[in-house]
């Protein structure tokens, strides 16, 4: 069964921190991996990664894939207490549909 | 450009009812997936529609249905409601072709009591 699996499940850290955060997945024909924020109800968009060991970077978040080992990164620098959120994970991979796997998240939060 | 639009925002319902919920996706989205978040599960699948037709489903009971109209909108509705439906139901909107995810709406928090 395809699944996805992300760590730590929360954090606590002091703002100017930097964290990373862990996505492992076991899926069927991977097609690429997609890292979101959720903060209050609707999570948006950070990053899909498709190609290993290409880093996606904007401004103090970035994301790197890891074919071989199955799993990918998020990092933040600096950390701000506007980072705290949950940030999902979620890797599109059943052939021959477009279904995403979430991951159930890591809990951020950031102290003043 | 408008985003995905979720109707009612909140809604509660008494157990054995039955509730209906609406997703109007991004103009030119032709593909809405909809997904029921609860703490201890995170986001789990239950469908997607594609062009008026289910293209994928999750591992939900017959309970949980929905459908999509010509216009891209799309509607899940929920019978004989039970506690354990009480969740965030996220309806997420994408063009259907790969490698450009979801566009989420914000929701609508479903209570059973």
């Known amino acids: 069964e395809d699944k996805v699996v992300q760590s730590p499940l929360s954090l606590v850290v002091h703002e100017g921190d930097t964290v990373t955060l862990n996505c492992s997945y076991e899926?069927?024909?991977?097609?690429?991996l997609l890292w979101y924020k959720q903060e209050k109800k609707a999570p948006t968009f950070l990053f899909m990664l498709t190609s290993s060991g290409i880093e996606k970077k904007s401004g103090r978040l970035s994301s790197i894939l890891d074919k071989k080992e199955l799993s990918s990164i998020l990092n933040i620098t600096a950390t701000q207490t506007g980072d705290s959120a949950i940030y999902l994970c979620?890797?599109?991979?059943?052939?021959?549909?477009?279904?995403?796997?979430f991951g159930t998240g890591t809990r951020l939060k950031v102290l003043a | 450009k408008a985003g995905v639009t979720q109707t009612p925002r909140y809604l509660i319902k008494t157990r054995g009812q039955q509730v209906t919920l609406s997703c109007s996706p991004i103009s030119g989205h032709r593909s809405v997936s909809w997904y029921q978040q609860t703490p201890g599960q995170g986001l789990q699948f239950l469908f997607e529609y594609f062009s008026e037709t289910q293209r994928n489903k999750g591992n939900f009971p017959g309970r949980f249905s929905g459908r999509q109209f010509s216009n891209s909108r799309s509607e899940m509705n929920v019978s004989t409601l039970e506690l354990g439906d009480s969740a965030l139901y996220l309806c997420?909107?994408?063009?259907?072709?790969?490698?450009?995810?979801?566009?989420f709406g914000s929701g609508t928090r479903l209570t059973v009591v």
């Open positions: 979620a890797v599109e991979g059943t052939s021959g549909t477009y279904k995403y796997i």
């Open positions: 997420a909107s994408s063009s259907g072709v790969s490698n450009y995810g979801y566009t």
């Open positions: 899926v069927t024909n991977f097609r690429s």
